[in-house]
């Protein structure tokens, strides 16, 4: 029994167990009806930059992840146009290799087939000029790369891929450190005399068998095997009463053979077989393919392939810079060098399709260095394999990049998100189970308070007892 009025211990005791309890349902209350166990930095501080964080990288993944699949829409849509360039260059063939059937077709038929490729022709402009994605051409050249300082030595150049830092540029320093070379054979021995000789001149295009009566000079043996040229790939020179004969490409693929069939030379021909030799170049120091003078080069942030003149063939160099352009995306949770991904896709249109070897498309068309109505079909189909060759090399990259590099980050970017959702979860949401646990125990708990309270504030009353009988 209590023996005093003035303060009353009890009650103080149970008014702070209730204000407890009370503070403890309605955080139980908060958490059950947000979901959250953490509505505040008073909840749990450390928690708290824990889990904002794990939102913020929530966040940065969803974007990548529409980044990326946007980026396949745009990839789709440009390897959809050069599918129809594909089969359009297939129809082409056809047609140019009717027109070399000269002894079936009449020249109307000839006319007729010239109308097809110029058709052929506008439509792969069109193609070109067309294909767009929410308004911006993508086969065009409107998504290659931009250049400065390319020398005149450095032609056929074609940048795949490069990540150009954002206000910056990437050089490119090209090394000839060993000059490639020609399939080589020589002849010293002067006019023919004596006899007829037959020789087989062959070389990579192919083989043909040359008859030389007696007293043929040199020069007309090197008239001969340059009026074969197309079928072997050999040309032939003189110099100094000699005879020099060199494949047309340059590079260990290429061979120069001469074999006498019948009769006799006064001396053979140095080396009877020979081949050529790729040149030695390197880009930003590092060894780079070659076949012949046809270079290329990648590593992680550079793909890059051209050819080096027979002017620039010798231990030398040059340097220029890929200053911006290609398609570039945002794969990575946050913005940063190393979460982009970027390609170039050059231009499809007939003048840009081709080499400047052989020639470009556009030169098969009426009126054209290579139309069907020219001697040059051997030229026009060089032209044709050369743009066939990059349209189906553009498609393979386009089709690698979607499925590796966007179809990979994609996966990669669902398991992180998963895994990062996890763990901000734990962190951030309410444990349910646990939570309606701390309420019903907090309800009871409250309730108590309120009793004991209640029996508290009137335990005084009891004082008046005392009083009674004074």
């Known amino acids: ?56 990288e929530q966040t940065g993944i969803q974007t990548a992840i529409g980044n990326a699949s946007l980026a396949g829409n745009v990839i789709g849509t440009a390897e959809g146009g050069l599918n129809e360039v594909s089969s359009l260059l297939t129809q082409l063939q056809g047609l140019v290799g009717q027109a070399a059937n000269t002894g079936g077709l009449s ?28 308004g911006r051409q993508l086969l065009n050249g409107n998504l290659s790369y931009t250049t400065s300082s390319v020398a005149s030595a450095v032609t056929n150049l074609s940048i795949n891929s490069a990540l150009v830092p954002d206000g910056g540029k990437v050089a490119v320093a090209v090394q000839v450190v060993g000059s490639a ?100 170049v390197t880009v930003n120091g590092a060894q780079a393919e070659a076949t012949g003078l046809d270079i290329s080069y990648r590593n992680s942030s550079l793909d890059v392939s051209f050819n080096i003149a027979s002017t620039f063939d010798k231990p030398q160099s040059s340097t220029f810079y890929i200053t911006g352009g290609g398609a570039t995306f945002q794969l990575g949770s946050q913005v940063s060098e190393n979460g982009k991904a970027s390609i170039g896709i050059g231009s499809v249109s007939t003048g840009d399709l081709g080499d400047s070897f052989n020639g470009f498309l556009s030169s098969l068309g009426s009126g054209g260095a290579n139309d069907l109505s020219s001697s040059n079909l051997t030229t026009a189909q060089n032209v044709l394999d050369s743009a066939i060759t990059q349209v189906s090399t553009l498609r393979g990259r386009l089709g690698a990049f979607q499925t590796f590099t966007i179809g990979s980050t994609v996966s ?48 005084p009353q009891n004082v008046l007892t005392l009083l009674q009988h004074v």
């Open 181 to 280: 070379k020609t399939a080589i054979l020589t002849y010293t021995g002067g006019n023919i005399s004596g006899n007829t000789v037959t020789l087989q001149v062959a070389g990579n295009l192919g083989s043909t068998q040359l008859s030389f009566a007696s007293g043929a000079t040199v020069s007309s043996i090197a008239t001969a095997i340059n009026g074969v040229k197309n079928a072997t790939g050999l040309s032939a020179q003189t110099s100094a009463g000699g005879l020099r004969i060199n494949s047309t490409q340059y590079g260990s693929a290429q061979f120069a053979s001469v074999q006498v069939i019948s009769g006799k030379l006064k001396t053979a021909f140095s080396g009877n077989e020979t081949t050529g030799k790729d040149a030695n």
């Open 107 to 134: 020249s109307s038929e000839v006319a007729a087939n010239q109308l097809q490729v110029d058709s052929i022709l506008s439509t792969i402009n069109r193609i070109s000029q067309s294909t767009t994605f929410e």
């Open 412 to 459: 990669s970017l669902g398991v992180a998100y998963e895994n990062v959702s996890s763990a901000e979860s734990a962190i951030m949401d309410t444990n349910f189970a646990a939570e309606t646990s701390n309420l019903t125990r907090d309800q009871i708990l409250s309730q108590a308070a309120t009793t004991v309270l209640s029996t508290a504030n009137s335990q």
């Open 1 to 56: 029994m209590s023996s005093v009025i003035n303060t009353n211990v009890s009650s103080l005791i149970a008014q702070n167990s209730l204000l407890q309890n009370n503070t403890a349902l309605n955080t139980s209350l908060e958490r059950l009806s947000t979901g959250l166990q953490i509505n505040s930095g008073a909840d749990n501080p450390a928690g708290l930059i824990a889990g904002l964080a794990l939102q913020q």
